[in-house]
């Protein structure tokens, strides 16, 4: 194995802190995740890039993923995916942050591959998966996340340890009524969301169909072939 090749950066951040290789550790509908390293403390890091040409078609999407970048700045807790730093890249038109690393993916990809694991470590993920929920919860003003799922909370498995991330969905209330926009994963939404008028409670049924899915390995409502079954099985 050559080792030049294997250390060669893609990228650096403006600081040169940072350093980008070109391994990809996730796609979602907005952004690539890479991994990186940290060069000042020696850590491997995440770091998201998000193609702003793509994904801006009007202003609404432009406040979303500064809403989610500024959002991860604020957040501070060991239920929270840590947020680092963040940037535009304004010759390539991307806007980069840097979060930490887990190494075993997400809990849906860690579930599926130990399929034999003990009811007490899930009991440990719900416990984990709660106090995020509630520390944002208790925000001020309180956070929604809207997409909680297996595939938005992330392992280490050395340590059984999860963490709550990719709140790209997720929305500070800037007052104490509902939010009105309806986004997120059909399988794991409360009816309420369907129906585009909830609180931060949602979240709370989004944990329990994570819940169901850890303890059964099984995909909820994967009986359902459409969005609007769903919501009659969930609404009846």
């Known amino acids: 194995m050559n080792m030049n090749q294997v250390s060669e950066y893609v990228e650096t951040d403006p600081t040169g802190r940072y350093g980008r290789f070109e391994e990809v550790l996730g796609r979602g509908a907005m952004k690539t995740v890479y991994k990186a390293i940290d060069e000042k403390l020696g850590i491997e890091v995440a770091w998201s890039q998000v193609k ?7 202003s609404v999407d432009l406040q979303r993923l500064y809403s989610e970048v500024h959002l991860l700045s604020t957040l501070n807790h060991k239920s929270i995916i840590r947020f680092y730093t963040s940037w535009i890249d304004v010759d390539s038109h991307n806007l980069n942050f840097i979060t930490e690393l887990f190494t075993s993916g997400t809990l849906r990809q860690y579930k599926n591959k130990y399929l ?3 009811i007490r470590a899930i009991k440990s993920w719900a416990r984990q998966i709660l106090e995020g929920l509630v520390y944002l919860h208790e925000h001020d003003p309180p956070v929604i996340h809207r997409d909680l799922k ?5 392992v280490n498995g050395h340590l059984g340890q999860v963490k709550i991330g990719d709140l790209g969905l997720a929305r500070m209330l800037r007052d104490r009524h509902s939010a009105h926009s309806i986004l997120g994963t059909p399988e794991f939404m409360a009816p309420e969301l369907f129906e585009g008028n909830y609180n931060e409670l949602i979240d709370v049924y989004s944990f329990g169909m994570c819940f169901l899915e850890m303890v059964t390995s099984e995909f909820p409502y994967s009986e359902c072939n459409s969005p609007v079954h769903i919501y009659k099985k969930v609404s009846s």
């Open 150 to 154: 297996c595939d938005n909370i992330f």
């Open 52 to 58: 702003l040409k793509e994904v801006l078609r009007s």
């Open 116 to 118: 034999r694991i003990d």
